[in-house]
C-alpha cells in the first residue's frame, strides 16, 4: 500500500481539482459600460459587473485611470448588485485618450476593466496633472474566489484541465525521449518499450490538450480553431508523434524498428520543445503573454487560483505517469505472448 500512495495522491489531487474547478465561485469584476464615449465637459455611463455586491453597504468609489492619471467618478445610483450610474466631469487636457475604470468597495475589492473609455474632442498634453487621488484603504474581501479574468470569464476554469494537459505530454514524452537516448547507447528491448509506451500515453494527452484548447477558443476566440501559432505547433507536433507510430508499424524488423524509432523520437521531441517553447515566444498569437492578452503570470498571482492549478498540473502528472505504467506492462505483456506463441 505504501509503495503506491502517489497513486492515492493522484486520485485525491485530481478529486479536489475537479470539485474546486467547478464549485469555487468565479471573483467579481467588470465586464462592461454602455457608454464608451466621453467627451470634455459631463459624461454618464452604467458600469456593469459581474459577481459584483455594489449595492452591498456604503456606494462603491469609481475612478478612471492611465498611467499616474486618476479622474474620479460620482455614482449618481445604484441601480442593482451588478449596475451603478457614474458621472465624470471630464477635463479639456488629458495624458491620455484612452482610460481604464476602476470600481472599489470593500465587499468585492477593487474590480478594473482595462481601455473602458475612449476620449474624444480632448487635448492630448503628456505635462497633465492627475485630477484626483484614487481611493485607498484595506481591501477586506477575504473570499476563497476563481479570478474574474475579462474576456475569458468562466472559461478561465478550463485552465486547471487545458494546460496540465500540455504539462503531463511533456512530461510522458521526455520518458520516451530518454528511453530512446538510453537505447541508441544501450540497445536493450526494455528501453524501447518504454519509449511507445511513453509516446502513446503523450498522445493521449496531446489529443485532450487540442480538445480541451479548442473548446476554449470557441467560447473565448468565437471559433473552434483560429490561426494561432501555438496551436498550429500543438498540431504540428501532434501529427509528428503519430508519425511516429505509423513508422514504427511500417518497419518488420524488431531490432532495426528500435534503432529507426528512437533516433525519430529523439528529433521529435526536440521539434516539440521548439514549436511549443520557443517559437511561440517570438510570434504574435492569441494565446495569454502574446499579443496584448495578458500572461499567465498575471493570473498566478492570485492565491486561490495557485491553490487549485499547481495541484491540477502533478495530479494530471501522476495520473499520466500511472496510465504510463500500465501501457509499459501491457507492452512487456504481448512481448512475453508473443515470444510464447513463437516457442
Not at 136 to 164: D, S, W, Y
Not at 166 to 181: D, P, V
Not at 186 to 198: I, T, V
Not at 246 to 254: H, K, M, Q, S, T
Amino acid at each position: 500500500m505504501l509503495k503506491n500512495w502517489w497513486k492515492v495522491l493522484a486520485f485525491l489531487l485530481l478529486l479536489y481539482v475537479i470539485a474546486a474547478s467547478f464549485l469555487v465561485k468565479l471573483g467579481p469584476g467588470l465586464i462592461a459600460v454602455d457608454n464608451t464615449s466621453f467627451q470634455p465637459g459631463q459624461n454618464e455611463c452604467i458600469i456593469v459587473g459581474y459577481n459584483t455586491h455594489f449595492d452591498a453597504g456604503q456606494a462603491p468609489e469609481v475612478y478612471f485611470a492611465h498611467d499616474s492619471t486618476y479622474m474620479c467618478g460620482a455614482v449618481e445610483e445604484v441601480i442593482a448588485h451588478d449596475r451603478i450610474r457614474v458621472s465624470l466631469d471630464l477635463p479639456e487636457r488629458v495624458k491620455s485618450s484612452v482610460f481604464n475604470v476602476y470600481v472599489r468597495n470593500t465587499r468585492d475589492g477593487t474590480t478594473m476593466l482595462p481601455n473602458a473609455i475612449y476620449l474624444e474632442g480632448v487635448e492630448l498634453d503628456a505635462n497633465a496633472e492627475g485630477y484626483c487621488t484614487p481611493p485607498v484603504g484595506k481591501n477586506l474581501r477575504l473570499a476563497f474566489e476563481i479570478p474574474f479574468q475579462p474576456v475569458i470569464f468562466e472559461t478561465i476554469r478550463n485552465l486547471m484541465f487545458h494546460v496540465p494537459m500540455w504539462f503531463t505530454m511533456f512530461f510522458i514524452m521526455l520518458i520516451g525521449f530518454i528511453s530512446s537516448i538510453k537505447y541508441l547507447n544501450k540497445p536493450k528491448r526494455e528501453f524501447d518499450l518504454r519509449a511507445e509506451a511513453a509516446n502513446r500515453v503523450g498522445i493521449t494527452f496531446a489529443v485532450l490538450g487540442l480538445i480541451t484548447g479548442s473548446i476554449w477558443a470557441r467560447f473565448t476566440w468565437g471559433s473552434w480553431w483560429v490561426n494561432d501559432p501555438q496551436l498550429n505547433g500543438a498540431l504540428v507536433t501532434f501529427l509528428i508523434y503519430v508519425g511516429y507510430l505509423v513508422l514504427r508499424a511500417g518497419i518488420d524488423d524488431e531490432q532495426k524498428r528500435a534503432r529507426v524509432a528512437a533516433v525519430f523520437n529523439i528529433f521529435a521531441y526536440v521539434i516539440l520543445f521548439i514549436l511549443l517553447m520557443i517559437l511561440p515566444r517570438f510570434s504574435e498569437g492569441l494565446h495569454p503573454g502574446k499579443g496584448g492578452n495578458p500572461g499567465f503570470n498575471s493570473y498566478d498571482l492570485d492565491s486561490s487560483l495557485r491553490a487549485i492549478f499547481y495541484p491540477a498540473v502533478l495530479g494530471w502528472i501522476l495520473l499520466g505517469y500511472w496510465i504510463y505504467r500500465l501501457r509499459l506492462r501491457m507492452n512487456r505483456l504481448e512481448l512475453k505472448l508473443y515470444y510464447d506463441e513463437d516457442a
